[in-house]
């Protein structure tokens, strides 16, 4: 599955952005989809997921604040992101890979395929 990843850009913080991931190759129906995001001198950390019955999960730094959610018919996953700050300024990447199971949606490893990263950076 290729992946583009889009929407990121420059806000103040308190405000929102979406990001969108649009997959292409195959359908993305079947897939658990997530989101992760490296911040400048820092290890790439997991964000969110959306699993294929939609079930949905968050670190959380982020719960409450940002929402997930996907459109198997558009090929694309989103994640809308409120109350920004600071410290949500990172590249976000989606990611996927056949065969994820769910305990092992929070690590980076187990995934193949790749965006090429959005970049969000937050303004205090």
């Known amino acids: 599955v290729q992946l583009q990843a889009s929407g990121g850009g420059l806000v103040q913080a308190g405000g929102s952005l979406r990001l969108s991931c649009t997959a292409s190759g195959r359908s993305i129906s079947s897939y658990h989809m997530t989101w992760f995001r490296q911040a400048p001198g820092k290890e790439r950390e997991f964000v969110s997921a959306?699993?294929?019955?939609?079930?949905?999960y968050y670190t959380d730094s982020v719960k409450g604040r940002f929402t997930i959610s996907r459109d198997n018919a558009k090929n694309t996953v989103y994640l809308q992101m409120n109350s920004l700050k600071p410290e949500d300024t990172a590249v976000y990447f989606c990611a996927t890979s056949a065969g994820l199971i769910l305990s092992s949606l929070r690590l980076k490893d187990q995934y193949n395929d790749w965006g090429q990263g959005t970049l969000v950076t937050v303004s205090s």
């Open positions: 959306i699993t294929r019955s939609r079930s949905t």
